[in-house]
């Protein structure tokens, strides 16, 4: 082995880039004492086949294993990188980008904390991918992008399981780690290298790697997947409950249950589920007792307190599952420990499934996704008097911050109408959120549903004002001027109302009337008097 040697190391069949990329590695500063060797295998089998065949010829101790159509523009390179590796006898290997952490897809770039730089043109122009900078000299990872890979070490490429194009650059990112080595992302100062790799082509056996680099390399990197519970509260119609219960078998996180709670006057939901009972050993459906109409809150209780997941998700059912909202959602949580919720935007749809406008509530509170302070979050939602974290089929959250006395709680007080924000309240004292601005769910608009029923809508603006009072009581509203404008916001917000009762309104019983006259009668004295 020569301890003073550098190989670059292709796989060619486009020469004119190959002869590009040469052009850079010719202007390279070479350190005093060392040489620098080139090895191209041309119209290789396979990647793996033939980067073990350039192994194998080169004594070179360090090589560098690149893409045709990288361009290597740090002159300094080589001194940066046996600099690295002399200091870091534990490094194994290095790239550019990557990511410290491999979601469930086992694509590296769909990770929340990738890292490092590249200027690179995969959507069809070049631009700079800029991600977390390491603090040290490099950070660990456990992932690096095939587009550079470079070694002080040898260790054979896993030629007999990935025999394309995708995924041995993951596979190898393993086999250093179980081998005892540190992979690593430098840190850049300046980008080190150029991509033009163009649109990338996942057409030529992308899913078959992926599938094959999950099932060896799984385990190392994801203990048993925590179980998610999403619970569907049913209630007299199967036309909107088939698209929202095949939303929730069609996920593609691997660890769920579905508990179906039946709240109908008629047997038409039972009857629905049973083929989906007898094929999926996963779904779980029970018949509420009525005893009085509560608008769905037992039923939400009852599916809950059968719950068995680490993680909760509702599903109304006339609401969708966008296919990957749990996978998105439980990388979040497996990568963070200290996040209570994990919410995103979601698209309203009308009774024939179209997309409505995203207006209002529904505009996307971030252009990016955010971790954002639990406190920070509740106060927005609070202060303009909007639920921007969701309806219940929005939310997957830790199950172990909400006790059965606690769902739809706040403070203490169960909400009625909007119960599902009390409860993200609750969550939010416990720790974190993340808010995904993509649509992970679709909420339906229809005039059955109970949120047009005007007797809800005077409990939501009951419940909004009470909402004030447990917040300023808390400590959440910063002090008295604040709590006044909350208070004043909600009198301007609501004062309409009013006008809805000079006509005899029958869905309104007189009793809910006067606690909304008491509300406004409270807010006024409070505003004027205290």
Sequence with gaps: MNENKVCFIYCVNNQGLFEESLRYIRSLKIPEGYEVDVISINYADSICSGYNQAMEQSDAKYKVYLHQDVFIINQNFLFDIIKLFKENSTLGMLGVAGAKTIPMSGVWWESNQKVGQVYDSHTGKMELLEFDTPSTTYESVSAIDGLIMITQYDIPWRENLFDGWHFYDLSQCQEFIKAGYNVGIPKQHRPWCIHDCGIVNVSNGFDISKRTFLKEYKSAFFNELPLVSILIPAYNQTSYLKEALESAINQTYSNIEIIIGDDSTNDEVQEFLKPYLEKYSHITYF????????????????CYQRSKGEYVNFLNHDDIFHPKKIEIMMNYFIENSNVSLVTSARNPINQNGMLLSMNGAFKPLY??????????????????????????????????????????????????????????????????????????????????????????????????????????????????????????????????????????????????KENLFMQYKEVINKLLVD
């Excluded at 018949?287 to 009852?302: A, I, P, S, V």
Aim: proline share 2%; glycine share 4%.
């Design 287 to 302: 018949r509420n007792k009525k005893r009085e109409m509560d608008w769905g809150y037992t039923n939400f209780l009852n």
């Design 367 to 512: 252009n990016t996704n955010k971790i954002v302070s639990g406190i920070e979050l509740s106060r927005k939602v609070l202060v303009n008097l909007t639920n921007y974290i969701g309806e219940p089929t929005t939310v997957l959250f830790k199950k172990k911050y909400i006790d059965t006395d606690k769902l739809f709680c706040f403070s203490g007080v169960r909400y009625k109408s909007i119960g599902d924000v009390a409860m993200w309240f609750t969550l939010l004292q416990y720790g974190n959120a993340v808010y995904i601005p993509n649509t992970l769910s679709y909420f339906r608009m229809h005039s059955n549903q109970n949120s047009n029923r005007s007797d809800i809508v005077v409990n939501g603006a009951i419940s909004w004002c009470r909402l004030i009072h447990q917040s300023y009581q808390s400590g959440m509203i910063k002090n008295m001027n604040e709590y006044k404008e909350l208070l004043f916001k909600w009198l301007t917000i609501n004062i309409p109302l009013i006008k809805n009762f000079f006509s005899n309104d029958s869905f309104v019983e007189e009793k809910l």
